[in-house]
């Protein structure tokens, strides 16, 4: 279907089956998302009777090779194992792909991300009954008995029976049932596989999550209304942050809980500087918080929505000068906004890399390569270029002269 006279075709089946819906192409996979295979199977379902007249009319093209495959694919699809199949991947899509586009996303919350795999992993399990497969099975039908297919139930399972030897026992149980067949050989085990792979691939930041939760807005409230802390409390976010003390980030953000309902009743979070309501993380502002807090005042609204943040409640911190009644807690903070939940962000400077060294810039040094990197990766960040240039100009006197109006 990438040929542009098959595409053509596509075009006018679906004009003439579908003629008040938007017109729509085959979607190409790709093996780094998986939203792709999403896309793909949404177009085949929802134009599932254009692709069977499309595929139909190709088999009378002159081409050889053409009505050949086009011959095939259309008694594949038109086979009542495929639309079973087809209803199978529809479902378990319909929840992976938020997960899928929330986790690629640029600005990413670690425990928002945790908290959805979470979510996806019950879904999927709750998928996994004997009842959720009779009713795949009957809306397999009812696709089917409407797009008027030959085939309305799988095809019955044809015994094949092994020679038993003297003396051998029976040891092999025949499944005769096509659904019981279908259950125990396909449904469970692509379920069984999703689950496992997610559990696999998050399951190593579970203990990080246990103590980075505690730092969340819910339990920030829940601390100042009274519920007690656990007794491990960040041992192991110490173990993994070097530098941090253990006793007086308790202490501290007990501190920051009873007085946490003050600070958001009187402060604004939600406009900063950046109008994408992001905070950008540099290792000048990680490392010290700017004492001068005048300029971010201004910039200050009244707080429109209760539930923050993590990014917000790191602005709070940051912006009121509270680093230094708070060192341990604002790290913490800090670590919580920057770490990431996957591996798209690595993978996105990957691909910026071959747009910025080119061979015309081929002896770049490192610190240079690894600014302009992280003004291409990050260039979605609102930048106060007037606030920049003081920032510049105050790093010395010539340039103080030169830069500043007086």
């Excluded at 586009?101 to 670690?110: E, K, N, R």
């Excluded at 500087?273 to 993380?281: A, V």
């Amino acid at each position: 279907m990438r040929a542009r006279k098959r595409t053509a075709i596509f075009k006018e089946q679906q004009i003439k089956i579908y003629p008040d819906q938007r017109v729509c192409r085959i979607k190409n996979f790709s093996t780094t998302r998986w939203t792709s295979h999403d896309r793909a199977i949404s177009i085949i379902h929802d134009k599932y009777e254009a692709l069977l007249m499309t595929l139909e009319e190709l088999t009378n093209s002159p081409d050889r090779d053409c009505s050949s495959t086009a011959k095939n694919l259309h008694t594949i699809i038109s086979s009542f194992t495929f639309v079973l199949n087809l209803k199978l991947m529809k479902k378990i899509f319909f929840y992976t792909t938020p997960l899928s586009v929330y986790l690629q996303s640029p600005a990413i919350d670690f425990i928002q991300a945790l908290t959805m795999v979470d979510n996806v992993s019950k879904q999927i399990k709750k998928l996994r009954t004997n009842h959720e497969a009779e009713n795949l099975l009957n809306e397999a039908k009812t696709f089917a008995s409407d797009k008027g297919l030959t085939e309305s139930c799988l095809p019955d399972v044809r015994v094949r029976r092994r020679k038993i030897m003297p003396g051998e026992a029976p040891t092999e149980y025949l499944i005769v049932n096509p659904l019981d067949k279908f259950r125990t050989e396909v449904y469970f085990v692509i379920l069984d596989q999703i689950t496992n792979s997610i559990f696999m691939r998050f399951d190593g930041a579970r203990n990080i999550l246990k103590d980075f939760s505690i730092l969340s807005y819910g339990r920030l409230m829940a601390t100042s209304n009274g519920e007690p802390i656990p007794n491990d409390l960040f041992e192991t976010l110490v173990q993994w942050i070097p530098n941090l003390q253990l006793e007086e980030l308790k202490n501290e953000y007990l501190i920051f809980a009873s007085s946490f309902k003050n600070l958001q009743s009187n402060l604004n979070l939600t406009s900063l500087s950046n109008p994408d309501n992001e905070i950008s993380i540099t290792e000048e502002n990680t490392d010290t918080c700017d004492s001068d807090s005048s300029s971010n005042s201004n910039t200050l609204t009244k707080i429109a929505e209760k539930n923050l943040t993590s990014i917000q409640i790191l602005k709070l911190i940051s912006s009121y000068g509270l680093c230094a009644a708070f060192p341990n807690l604002f790290v913490a903070y800090k670590y919580l906004c920057t770490i990431p939940a996957t591996s798209v962000s690595s993978e996105r400077s990957f691909s910026e890399l071959q747009l910025i060294k080119t061979r015309l810039r081929s002896t770049m040094q490192q610190n240079r390569l690894e600014s302009l990197l992280l003004l291409s990766c990050e260039r979605d960040i609102y930048i106060d270029l007037e606030e920049a240039i003081n920032k510049y100009a105050f790093t010395s006197n010539v340039l103080n002269k030169l830069l500043l109006f007086k």
